[in-house]
Nanobody, 120 residues
């Protein structure tokens, strides 16, 4: 399975972006999906997690982000609103068959990331 992210860019504080993650392979619909991010000089951190009947967000999201997926398109998305400069990072799509592993960043598949830059 290959994961390819897109949708990153540069926006001003308060702006919005929608990140997309498109997966190859026919098993994606049954996989857990998560988004992580990594800012320069910092460790990769959890952002959001989606499995049937359970969606989870990091506390810093504070209602600003929404994770969803379209299995018909083998895709997952992260809608980010009211962006803050502290959201500047490379965002990664993460997926795999083990829900607990994906939630903790230990799953099978990673994308290469898409850069998000938020200016004040």
């Amino acid at each position: 399975v290959q994961l390819v992210e897109s949708g990153g860019g540069s926006v001003q504080a308060g702006g919005s972006l929608r990140l997309s993650c498109v997966a190859s392979g026919s098993d994606f619909g049954s996989y857990a999906v998560a988004w992580f991010r990594q800012a320069p000089g910092r460790e990769r951190e959890f952002v959001a997690f989606w499995v049937p009947l359970n969606i989870e967000y990091a506390t810093f999201v504070k209602g600003r982000f929404t994770v969803f997926r379209d299995n018909g398109k083998n895709s997952a998305y992260l809608q980010m609103n009211n962006l803050e400069p502290s959201d500047t990072a490379t965002y990664y799509c993460h997926a795999g068959p083990s829900y607990s592993s994906v939630r903790h960043g230990l799953g099978a598949y990673w994308g290469r990331g898409t850069q998000v830059t938020v200016s004040s």
